[in-house]
């Protein structure tokens, strides 16, 4: 199997500011890498797909980049409606894994 | 437009089958390229993908679960379903079904129902 690690996995932030949330694949995967956004109570939504690509729909306030083993999810601008929990999930085998998630809170 | 409705009973007994079918609405599941899968996440716990099936009936479960896992697909209900063996408490989750290409997200998702497994 696959290991995702995420890290942090907590990070406290202000409007405003720019966060980074980093995942790490324990073998590579190439661009076969989707963040999610979950919020209270929802299912997650897909934000960034094949690594780097914007969901339709997703502010441009969300980024991602990364390939192989090392990937990013960069919030540039954090909005209150930001605050959430972010997963990262690799499709490139089976079973497909996700990183434990990283919490979005107000500082 | 695309949707996925679980349904289910609510509580399960340790040792018995939580049993739950995935409704879906707007798009067929006999879609070519697309497969059916279930995810769950226990109580303010992360995400495990517990398997996918491609409407043919050819699937996938994850290693960790797939001596008690079932997954079949009813292509006149447009439905498909889990059946999860022998649940313990550690099996109470809420468990979403989604779709997805076999080199793809999770790109549509049900809401999410709450098994819970307790006598």
């Known amino acids: 199997d696959i290991q995702m690690t995420q890290s942090p996995s907590s990070v406290s932030a202000f409007v405003g500011d720019r966060v980074t949330i980093t995942c790490r694949a324990s073998?590579?995967?190439?661009?076969?890498l989707v963040w999610y956004q979950q919020k209270p109570g929802k299912a997650p939504k897909s934000l960034i797909f094949?690594?780097?690509s914007l969901q339709s729909g997703v502010p441009s306030r969300f980024s991602g980049s990364g390939s192989g083993t090392d990937f990013t999810l960069t919030i540039s601008s954090l909005q209150p409606e930001d605050f959430a929990i972010y997963y990262c999930?690799?499709?490139?085998?089976?079973?497909?894994?996700f990183g434990q998630g990283t919490k979005v809170e107000m500082k | 437009q695309q949707q996925l409705q679980e349904s289910g009973p609510g509580l399960v007994k340790p040792s018995e089958t939580l049993s739950l079918t995935c409704t879906a609405s707007?798009?067929?599941?006999?879609?070519?390229?697309?497969?059916w899968a279930w995810i769950r996440q226990p109580p303010g716990k992360g995400l495990e993908w517990i398997g996918s099936i491609f409407y043919s009936g050819n699937s996938y479960y994850n290693p960790s679960l797939k001596n008690r896992v079932t997954m079949s697909v009813d292509t006149s209900k447009n439905q498909f379903s889990l059946k999860m063996h022998s649940v313990t408490a550690a099996d109470t989750a809420v468990f979403y079904c989604?779709?997805?290409?076999?080199?793809?997200?999770?790109?549509?998702w049900g809401p999410g129902a709450l098994v819970t497994v307790s006598s």
């Open positions: 094949g690594a780097s």
């Open positions: 073998q590579g995967i190439g661009h076969y």
């Open positions: 707007g798009v067929s599941i006999t879609t070519s390229n697309y497969y």
């Open positions: 999930q690799q499709y490139q085998s089976y079973p497909r894994t």
């Open positions: 989604a779709s997805h290409l076999w080199f793809g997200e999770f790109d549509y």
